[in-house]
């Protein structure tokens, strides 16, 4: 069993940054792809960066330039840097990770309120 846990939310003005932090741990060495997802109230879950065990990123349109992904292989753990918040960044954000034999983890999300 893989635990994911989210740390770093919170609430912050319109403009400001936040780091969002996600520790693996359990029985699994090393996880293969990571990446944040977020949920707002009314809105389907949608992927904002992810990165591959190769490093590889990606991001959505809506936050590339403002959103950082980085990870810690050696500690299984993976951040995003989040510049420049918008009102419209106010969601859930959930750690996700998955298996080399495609299992999928999840964190239990970690709520970021952007005030205007």
């Known amino acids: 069993q893989v635990q994911l846990v989210e740390s770093g939310g919170g609430l912050v003005q319109a403009g400001g940054s936040l780091r969002l932090s996600c520790a693996a741990s359990?029985?699994?060495?090393?996880?293969?792809?990571m990446g944040w997802y977020r949920q707002a109230p009314g809105k389907q879950r949608e992927l904002v960066a992810g990165i591959t065990s190769g490093g590889r990123t990606n991001y959505a349109d809506s936050v590339k330039g403002r959103f950082t992904i980085s990870r810690d292989y050696a500690k299984n753990m993976v951040d995003l840097q989040i510049n420049s918040l918008k009102p419209e960044d106010t969601a859930v954000y959930y750690c996700?990770?998955?298996?080399?034999?495609?299992?999928?983890?999840w964190g239990q999300g970690t709520q970021v309120t952007v005030s205007s």
């Open positions: 359990g029985s699994i060495a090393r996880l293969n792809d």
């Open positions: 996700s990770g998955s298996s080399f034999s495609g299992r999928v983890y």
